[in-house]
């Protein structure tokens, strides 16, 4: 092999190598406002107060329910969705209080 094409394929391994680990760092879970740093994953599946179960799912940038809403999380760990409310994980990371005073609780 020669001296430029051994380069070329080194060039192109990294560039391929650097891709999948920035593919792999992205997030697809929030950290909890708590003292202790919890760590919740939002993707995942709940039950609402009316009993309707609600799959959510990670594209790589926006977290979709199965009712076609989407959610994303700021740096303060709060969840905002499409719906208009923003929701907040209990440290158990199994309940989300939401602003309209409902509750998703994750299943099991």
Not at 11 to 25: E, F, H, I, S
Not at 55 to 81: L, Q, R
Request: aromatic content about 12%; proline content about 1%.
């Amino acid at each position: 092999m020669k001296t430029g094409s051994l380069f070329l394929t080194l060039v192109v391994t990294l560039a391929l190598l650097v891709g999948l680990a920035a593919a792999r760092d992205v997030p697809n879970v929030i950290t909890v406002s708590s003292g202790d740093n919890n760590v919740c994953n939002l993707a995942g599946s709940y039950m609402n107060v009316d009993g309707n179960h609600i799959k959510i799912d990670f594209n790589g940038m926006f977290f979709t329910a199965s009712s076609g809403e989407t959610f994303y999380v700021t740096s303060d760990a709060v969840v905002h969705g499409s719906h208009g409310y923003t929701g907040i994980f209990e440290f158990s990371c199994d309940v989300i209080n939401w602003s309209d005073n409902t509750k998703w609780c994750r299943d099991a």
